[in-house]
């Protein structure tokens, strides 16, 4: 395996293998926010009841506030 790493790989033929999905027209950002106890506890019991996570809910959130597709 070293070889054949040494003498190199013909990008051609490599393959993304799956990964985070893209969000919107560019690779997203992460934007770190605070959080006190019980928003952070109503953000996980929205999520855990529409069965998506807390970064979902944010995005969403943020779209219907900021009126943005």
């Not at 395996?1 to 013909?10: F, H, L, P, V």
């Not at 926010?33 to 943020?62: C, G, K, M, Y």
């Amino acid at each position: 395996m070293a070889a054949e790493a040494e003498t190199g790989y013909d990008v051609a033929h490599l393959h993304r293998r799956g990964g985070r999905r893209p969000l919107g027209s560019a690779p997203g950002e992460v934007v770190p926010v605070r959080l006190d106890p019980e928003l952070r506890a109503a953000l996980s019991a929205r999520a855990q009841a529409e069965h998506t996570n807390a970064s979902d809910v944010i995005r969403q959130a943020l779209r219907a506030w900021l009126d943005v597709a």
